[in-house]
């Protein structure tokens, strides 16, 4: 059982920036993909980003360039670092986790095996 613990949600000002947590226990042995997501009021959960087993990345269009994606092996921890954000940004995050080298097509909700609980993130 693989569970994941999401940290370092808040309050900021437009044009500020977070950082995202995503520590992962459990399994660990297992190979696997991680990806970002968030999920606004009234509106479907969004891809943002995914990282693979070999470090590639990719981003939604939404947040390329202002958002960056990366995993620590030694702390089994994926961050998003989140810059220049917009009140469009404002919803709850989450990290999630696939088994496997690589995730396709990443940005969609049942291609995850694992789910953290969401962190909110509001930009006013």
């Known amino acids: 059982h693989v569970q994941l613990v999401e940290s370092g949600g808040g309050s900021v000002q437009a044009g500020g920036s977070l950082r995202l947590s995503c520590t992962i226990s459990g399994r660990t042995y297992e190979k696997h993909c991680m990806g970002w997501f968030r999920q606004a009021p009234g509106k479907e959960r969004e891809g943002l980003a995914s990282?693979?087993?070999?470090?590639?990345?990719i981003f939604a269009k939404s947040v390329e360039g202002r958002f960056t994606i990366s995993f620590d092996n030694a702390k089994n921890t994926v961050y998003l670092q989140m810059n220049s954000l917009k009140p469009e940004d404002t919803a709850t995050y989450y990290c999630?986790?696939?088994?496997?080298?690589?995730?396709?097509?990443?940005?969609?909700?049942?291609?995850?095996?694992?789910w953290g609980q969401g962190t909110q993130v509001t930009v006013s």
């Open positions: 990282i693979d087993y070999t470090g590639t990345t």
């Open positions: 999630a986790a696939a088994v496997g080298y690589l995730v396709r097509p990443w940005d969609r909700i049942s291609s995850y095996n694992y």
